[in-house]
């Protein structure tokens, strides 16, 4: 997907940059670490703006495909032959898994432009959110969810919200097979924002994944567990937005701690 590398390509150059910025001066640095940010962002809008126009135009061709594709399984099915079926039902199945990576990467696409503007907003009233809107799975897995005392950031609610439900649905969907999905939300405002924490004690990550998972598309398990691999990439723009960042320290089968730093949350404090 061309997407993804206008990311890497983003990211390689950002590194470069990175390097180069130990030979300045502590005022240079500042100066160039103020457009180097300026650049990231605005190559993360460019991503997202590019990612809007693909998705929305193949809406409509691959709405023909999956409807047409559907039409003929329900009209043919049985009067050809045993192939002819399987073939078909290929072509319905591809279609809808199309229609729902395209309907994800929208989802992504929109995060800045339908972000809604910052206020205050309680954490503790959004992490109970989403473990509400996530009740049922959380039931079915037999999960037990811990929420600490969090407090208070400036932010978009219900960006957060969405951002807190991908990262503990992945708690859920990632469990070890041994041991009942324990997950623990804490987090406390430091120097440079919020940190928020999601930690779980399911299958982990090794570490040579730690930053590919937040690309678009990407999954390790593909074949094992359903997904579009877009949530970790929409709760990185959501962080982003937000002034700060996510990254996950996590072992093959000692659990993931996913770390989220919201800088706005600074403000809150005077709120
Ligand atoms: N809590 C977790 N524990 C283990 N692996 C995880 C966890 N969260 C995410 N991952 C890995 O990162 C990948 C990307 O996550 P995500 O973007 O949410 O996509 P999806 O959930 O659709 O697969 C997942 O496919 C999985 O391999
Ligand atoms: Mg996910």
Redesign the pocket.
């Known amino acids: 997907m061309s997407a993804e590398l206008d990311q890497v390509r983003a990211q390689a150059a950002a590194l470069e940059q990175m390097l180069e910025i130990y030979e300045l001066t502590v005022s240079e640095q500042s100066q160039k670490l103020e457009r180097q940010a300026e650049e990231l962002r605005r190559s993360n809008e460019a991503l997202e703006q590019y990612a809007y126009v693909i998705s929305h135009d193949l809406q409509e061709p691959l709405r023909m495909v999956a409807a047409y594709s559907e039409l003929i399984a329900e009209r043919y099915r049985g009067k050809l032959d045993e192939t002819a079926d399987k073939y078909i039902a290929f072509a319905v199945g591809g279609a809808r898994r199309m229609q729902e990576l395209i309907n994800a990467l929208l989802d992504y696409s929109r995060i800045s432009t339908r972000g809604k503007d910052f206020a205050r907003v309680s954490l503790d009233e959004v992490a109970a959110d989403a473990v509400q809107n996530l009740s049922v799975a959380i039931r079915e897995a037999q999960a037990e969810v811990v929420r600490e005392p969090l407090g208070a950031v400036i932010g978009d609610r219900i960006q957060l919200t969405q951002l807190l439900q ?2 503990i ?3 859920l ?2 469990r070890s097979e041994n041991v009942p999905p324990r997950i623990r939300i804490a987090g406390a405002l430091e120097g440079d924002g919020f940190h928020l924490r999601v930690s ?1 004690n ?4 090794e570490e040579r994944y730690h930053k590919r ?1 937040f690309v678009v598309f ?5 074949k094992k ?1 359903p ?7 929409i709760c990185q723009r959501i962080a982003e937005r937000h002034g700060g960042s996510i990254r996950v320290e ?1 072992e093959p089968g000692k659990g ?1 701690t ?1 770390h989220v730093v919201l800088g706005a949350g600074r403000a809150a404090e005077s709120a």
């Open positions: 991908n990262l649905a992945n708690a969907k990632f779980d399911g299958i982990g990550i998972i990407q999954r390790l398990n593909p567990y997904g579009t691999g877009i949530g970790l990439s996590s993931s996913f």
